[in-house]
């Protein structure tokens, strides 16, 4: 037997903190940082209906968090959900929406230079450059098969991610994508 006077249990006076929030089941729980809640969603959400929470109010609420964190972590967060999580839909909904901010961000830079607005048409443009060289980095990582490719295309065309059609970029990401395929790795995987 262990030494009790090493290795017995400690007691606190301290007491745990209080819960702040209810989880779907209604039962008390700890709330999470936004990072957090995010990343927990992206490797256990599965944007269907489970027994306490439905498919909508999953994508609700990740469309909720994914608008209050950076782009870096969103692309980080694809890649991790996709290679470490093995999830499907949540990468693909989260490079799409990186696609989504890219349009947002080309549009408001567009604009900014139309008005005048010099600093912030410089501005946007280094967004735009962020999120592309984000999406440059992080699709080919996440859309490693033809399903994944699939499920990327139905989500943008859904229009759930801000946009509907494929502008340039989306088009060239997809381009890429196919040049670096074999026939064999296009059709068997």
């Known amino acids: 037997m262990a030494t009790k006077n090493l290795f017995g249990s400690k007691k606190t006076s301290a007491r745990s903190p209080a819960t702040n929030t209810k989880n779907e089941a209604g039962g008390t729980a700890y709330s999470l940082e936004v990072k957090e809640a995010l990343a927990q969603m992206a490797v ?43 999830m499907k839909d949540m990468p693909s909904f989260l490079i799409g929406y990186l ?49 994944m490719l699939r499920n990327f295309v139905q989500i943008i065309r859904s229009g759930e991610t ?18 670096t395929k074999t026939d064999d790795t296009l059709f068997f995987n």
Do not use: M
């Open 162 to 179: 801000g946009r509907k059609s494929f502008g340039t970029s989306p088009k060239k990401l997809i381009r890429a994508w196919f040049d």
């Open 99 to 147: 696609t989504g901010a890219l349009t947002k961000a080309a549009h408001a830079e567009d604009a900014a230079r139309k008005a005048g607005q010099s600093d912030t048409a410089t501005a946007k443009a280094a967004e735009v450059r962020e999120l592309s060289a984000i999406l440059w980095d992080v699709f080919p990582r996440v859309v490693d098969n033809g399903k």
């Open 44 to 86: 256990t959400g599965c944007f269907q209906n489970t027994f306490y929470a439905s498919g909508a109010d999953q994508l609700s609420k990740v469309r909720d968090l994914v608008t209050r964190v950076d782009h870096d972590f969103v692309g980080k967060l694809a890649v991790y959900s996709r290679e470490k999580g093995f």
